[in-house]
């Protein structure tokens, strides 16, 4: 790594300012000086990578296939790079991410340690007046957000009493470097999303014993992840480009959770049976491709959660445990799926045990540990697996006004409010990448990146060709777009289940379904169309 991003940069003036170093702003930055733009990447952590830097917790790994969750920009790239498992871990992901960054001499323009604290637009200049917590006061033409939909982590003071806590606590979004060695402990895991379901089969193999606190169960699918098949890397090298093609015709950008042709109802109990049985085997997110009204339709979307209900009944040995395990308040799919290895036959474990938050709801967190309203679990160690403060979080962490000094954060009072999920009306030049109100994270995210940062670059290039000074969404525009992505939404099962897409899981956060549901395709046709046509919805000054 180049020691000179790494210095504060003082007061400087350039084209375009990046925030975030994860795999949107080192893309971002490659597309930029491609076409000639002076950039800075500034980035909190110490070190590039965005999400697999900073979620270490043992177990980390992708829930897209590695070859599929992968940049695809660079033919060379590509070719050059190989995983070692079917499912890459984080620590492969953040290697990965340093090769990108070594390949593209991408470091020079990379300011690591360095939040972005506030983004202010000068309506008499034309230009943002970006401000860091090491002092740094850049200008740029435009400011592109980069932060993640998922890098602001709900903090363990949403539990009271977490201050008082004796022993060790994490936070899986903010684990240490240097690992955490179970062995010997009890520790408590407070959550039963994505990242405690990876966690936990671990930590148990090494704890004395975990006790894990479910608030929601979660629908979890196997993984069945091992060693990469060299016959499936030698089959995706050979059809690569057309096989990224198809994926990229995907509503999720994933080419093996392509929909079935079929709606479940077409087919007898016995048929549905077979078809959930083969994508069970295959593993991953295929469960829900298995018909194309599973994420449509509740009664089709209800046969594929009785298929995950027997599962869980057969692999969990004592019957009350594996009913608690067995989601029922929300349809399958419209959490996020979670990816598997071995988690429900954790809970056969000796020392593993199940306290059900709807039962008995945690009233505080003591010195000792986490007394509930029936009684105190004593623990040496407290993993809080709580998630994120999905997709506005760490937007709202930086002080960003635009015309007239409004703030963003205002704007998006009752919730966010975006063009396309790219642009927000009253703060020119100013992009987000996978934004709310786009496909994110009901994507293949490596796809949507890709496709926002292509999308961005072709903008900022279009108005350095014209010499224009702004670009920004108009209001009714961004009011039809919003309007469109409500719509959406509540033709599917998605809204029927308290998620983070809704901001469910932050008290006070207003209820809005936040990613767009139209599908991969259709989302990216209507960038490209608007665009074509001049970036239609937008106004431009000379
Ligand atoms: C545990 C976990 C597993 C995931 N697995 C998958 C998966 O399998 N498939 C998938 O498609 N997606 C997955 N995701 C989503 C994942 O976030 C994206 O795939 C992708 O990594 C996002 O990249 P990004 O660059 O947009 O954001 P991030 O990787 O989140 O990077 C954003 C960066 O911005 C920095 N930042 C934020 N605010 C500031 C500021 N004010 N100043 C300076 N820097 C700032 C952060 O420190 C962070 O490094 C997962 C997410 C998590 C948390």
Known sequence: MSEAGSKPIGAASMDVVVVGGGFAGLYMLHKLRGLGFSARV???????????????????????????????????????????????????????????????????DIQLNTRVTGAHFNEDTGRWAVETDKGDEVTCRFCVMATGCLSAPKGDAELPGSETFRGDSWHTGRW??????????????????????????????????????????????????????????????????????????????????????????EATPEEQKAAYEERWRYGG???????????????????????????????????????????????????????????????????VSLVDLTEEPIETITPAGVKTGVEEYPVDAIVYAIGFDAMTGALDKIDITGRGGAKLKDAWSAGPKTYLGLMVAGFPNLFLVTGPGSPSVLCNMAVAIEQHVDWISDCIRWMGDRQARAIEATEDAQEAW??????????????????????????????????????FPVYRDKCNEVAAKGYEGCTVAA
């Open 42 to 108: 500034f980035e909190a952590g110490s070190g590039i990578g965005g999400t697999w830097f900073w979620n270490r917790y043992p177990g980390a790994r992708v829930d897209i296939q590695s070859l599929e969750y992968s940049y695809q920009f660079d033919e060379e790239l590509q070719q050059e790079w190989q995983w070692s498992e079917r499912y890459a871990p984080q620590a492969e992901l953040l290697t990965y991410a340093n090769h990108v960054a070594d390949r593209f001499n991408l470091w020079p």
């Open 176 to 265: 240490p470097e240097a690992g955490v060695d179970f062995t010997g402990k009890t520790v408590a895991v407070i959550g039963t999303g994505s990242s405690a379901i990876q966690a936990i089969p671990i930590i148990a193999a090494q704890a004395d014993h975990v006790t894990v606190f479910q608030r929601t169960p979660n629908f979890s699918v196997p993984a069945h992840n091992g060693p990469i098949d060299p016959a499936v890397v030698a089959d995706w090298e050979k059809n690569r480009d057309a096989y990224r093609k198809e994926a990229r015709e995907t509503g999720f950008g994933i080419r093996y959770v392509s929909m079935g042709e079929q709606a479940a109802h």
């Open 285 to 351: 997110f295929a469960l829900l491709g298995a018909y194309n009204d599973l994420i449509l339709d509740r009664d089709a979307n209800a046969t594929a959660a009785k298929f995950v209900h027997e599962k869980i009944h057969e692999i969990v040995k004592d019957p009350q445990v594996a009913e608690k395990l067995s989601p029922k308040t929300y349809p399958i799919g419209a959490k996020r799926i979670c990816v598997d290895t071995g988690y429900y036959a954790t809970f056969n474990r000796d020392n």
């Open 482 to 519: 919003v309007a469109h992505v409500n719509e959406v939404a509540n033709t599917t099962i998605y809204p029927f289940a308290n998620s983070w897409y809704l901001g469910a899981n932050v008290p006070g956060k207003p209820r809005v379904f936040m990613p767009y549901i139209g599908g």
